[in-house]
């Protein structure tokens, strides 16, 4: 059974850091792409960032230059590094795996884990 299970979030001022991480379990993780999504107050489910078994990278526009997602195959292990945060940042981030590259959402989820950025 696949498990994803997020880490890392917080309550951070605007301006400031956080890295997430998403530890993986299950089948093979280094054969899938993995995502973040991410869903503010109010607001659908939306794309963040995708990394590819090869370590290609892709962001959401609103994300682009402050976000990196990276990944470690031998410790199952995606992260999220958000650097420069916003309030508008402030979301439950999930991670995913095998999102398409159309950007769509794989089938499995972690249960998110929350940050807040301050203004």
């Known amino acids: 059974q696949v498990q994803l299970v997020e880490s890392g979030g917080g309550l951070v001022q605007a301006g400031g850091s956080l890295r997430l991480s998403c530890a993986g379990s299950?089948?093979?993780?280094?054969?899938?792409?993995m995502g973040w999504f991410r869903q503010a107050p109010g607001k659908e489910r939306e794309f963040v960032a995708r990394i590819s078994r090869s370590g290609g990278t892709y962001y959401a526009g609103s994300v682009k230059g402050r976000f990196t997602i990276s990944r470690d195959n031998a410790k199952n292990t995606v992260y999220l590094q958000m650097n420069s945060l916003k309030p508008e940042d402030t979301a439950v981030y999930y991670c995913n795996r095998k999102p398409g590259s159309d950007l769509t959402p794989g089938n499995y989820w972690g249960k998110g884990t929350l940050v807040t950025v301050s203004s």
């Open positions: 299950g089948r093979t993780f280094s054969g899938y792409p």
